[in-house]
């Protein structure tokens, strides 16, 4: 969690409005809900892979904001996936499935050894986290 004005304050998903909970891949933090799915992602974590990620940016904001620095988020495009950005922190926000489907595409279109591998790695791992999601789901309903 945050610190804000003096208080611990967790980062709201732009989706659901749960709060968000903090996990890592291979060292790299980004921020997932355990209610709708989606996950912000800073700057640096698929990069960090050495995913090459183009965000083709359309000049309009939309209604969400960013968990991160609480602007607005941006609509954008990686690997033919709509998904939304912010200018601000450079962060990623990708609704439920959005991160899978970007992965996916990423492990199908690359012959690039490393690269491909750790895409495979981040799939698995997301795989994983919503495993775990859907467990602690199940105790607590």
Request: proline share 5%; hydrophobic share 40%; glycine share 8%.
């Amino acid at each position: 969690m945050e610190e804000v004005n003096g208080k611990d304050e967790a980062k709201q998903c732009p989706q659901c409005a749960e709060a968000l909970r903090t996990d890592a891949f291979r060292a790299n933090p980004y921020e997932i809900c355990f209610y709708c799915g989606g996950a912000w992602v800073p700057k640096g974590m698929l990069t960090a892979i050495g995913v090459p990620i183009p965000v083709l940016q359309i000049d309009r904001e939309t209604e969400r904001q960013c968990p991160g620095c609480v602007k607005r988020l941006w609509p954008g495009c990686i690997a033919d996936v709509e998904i939304e950005f912010c200018k601000q922190c450079e962060s990623i926000w990708f609704d439920g499935e959005e991160l899978d489907r970007v992965a996916k595409s990423y492990r199908a279109e690359t012959d690039w050894g490393q690269v491909r591998q750790e895409v495979s790695a981040l799939l698995e791992f997301i795989r994983s986290v919503r495993r775990l999601m859907s467990l602690v789901k199940g105790v607590a309903g």
